[in-house]
């Protein structure tokens, strides 16, 4: 791959999800994820009807992406109701509602290795929050704690813990949100104390339900 100014490459936003490219961010997408066998693909429907994609190519090289997931056009695809998604046998039985209702999930940012530390991912989590109206984002608990300041200065505010983040081998992760934790359940501000309670929190729950 040539030596390219990364400042240079645009951010191109994607009207139509071509099967190729769908595969090409699938394969991202399982590869990007510790625990591979938890994993459950997506469809190529599922990622037409409920992602959008904005990409960086270098020539015609895909060197990033950012996948922003629409939770209202998820549930009218899968055809969830409001009670069945309130109900624990669900498969999407952790996502909070009404809170998550109409809004818009950073869901995977990748940028290609050679790439990486020359602010493409940066750019493209502004990307998704200016020009994709995402609302919050899904992101492992290591990644958050000791860049606080990083994703403050991108805007987010406050902080939860997604219920399924305590399933058996899965990864703790938090959901970051761009709106503050006023009258939000289990919602915190995000600072590094706060995001101890947040997982403390989790944990006194399941206790509580075991």
């Not at 960086?56 to 899968?78: P, Y």
């Not at 109409?102 to 020359?118: A, G, S, T």
């Amino acid at each position: 791959m040539k030596s390219v100014n990364a400042k240079d490459l645009k951010i191109e936003p994607v009207k139509f999800i071509s099967r190729d490219l769908f595969e090409i961010c699938q394969t991202v997408f399982i590869s990007n994820y510790k625990f591979k066998h938890n994993i459950r693909r997506v469809s190529y429907e599922a990622w037409k009807n409920t992602y959008d994609l904005a990409i960086v190519r270098s020539g015609n090289q895909l060197v990033a992406f950012v996948a922003v997931i629409d939770f209202d056009r998820m549930f009218r695809h899968i055809g969830a109701t409001e009670e069945q998604l309130r109900s624990e046998t669900h498969p999407l039985w952790h996502i909070d509602r009404p809170q998550e209702l109409n809004r818009r999930q950073i869901e995977l940012c990748w940028v290609h290795p050679k790439f990486r530390h020359k602010g493409l991912a940066t750019r493209l989590y502004r990307y998704a929050i200016d020009h994709m109206r995402a609302t919050h984002i899904h992101i492992e608990e290591d990644r958050v704690f000791d860049r606080i300041e990083y994703w403050q200065n991108l805007g987010f505010q406050s902080c939860s813990v997604y219920k399924v983040a305590a399933r058996e081998n899965d990864l703790p992760s938090l959901r970051l949100l761009l709106t503050p934790h006023l009258n939000m359940i289990n919602v915190f501000p995000l600072t590094q104390y706060d995001l101890y309670l947040a997982f403390e929190n989790r944990d006194l729950q399941m206790k509580l339900a075991a």
